[in-house]
Nanobody, 113 residues
Framework: QVPLVESGGGLVQSGGSLRLTCAGS????????MTWHRQAPGKAREWVAT???????FYTDSVKGRFTISRDDAKNTLYLQMNSLKPEDTAVYYC???????WGQGTQVTVSS
């Protein structure tokens, strides 16, 4: 079993929306601090959003008001709803179990201008 598997990336025009999915297996996402990160070409990986086990959420300033992190406990799945996308959001997006530092394989998001 692969602990974390992301999906939902793709090509979208500026202003569009995408929803990324991170399916967990072998552990309960609701028990872990879960994060989304992204890495643009030639740049370091950067933190995007966090959801704590109790449901508290945190966002980097550049995505506040546009991205929403959420979780479906019945499906053991983490989501990142991304609205009002900008070309600078183009990156490979990764989910992470912060407690175990386990990463998914990533999903590519490309926003065209």
């Amino acid at each position: 079993q692969v602990p974390l598997v992301e999906s939902g990336g793709g090509l979208v025009q500026s202003g569009g929306s995408l929803r990324l999915t991170c399916a967990g297996s072998g552990f309960l996402l609701s028990d872990a601090i879960m994060t989304w990160h992204r890495q643009a070409p030639g740049k370091a990986r950067e933190w995007v959003a966090t959801m704590a086990p109790g449901g508290a959420t945190f966002y980097t300033d550049s995505v506040k008001g546009r991205f929403t992190i959420s979780r479906d406990d019945a499906k053991n799945t983490l989501y990142l709803q991304m609205n009002s996308l900008k070309p600078e959001d183009t990156a490979v997006y990764y989910c992470q179990n912060y407690d175990t530092t386990t990463w998914g394989q990533g999903t590519q998001v490309t926003v065209s201008s």
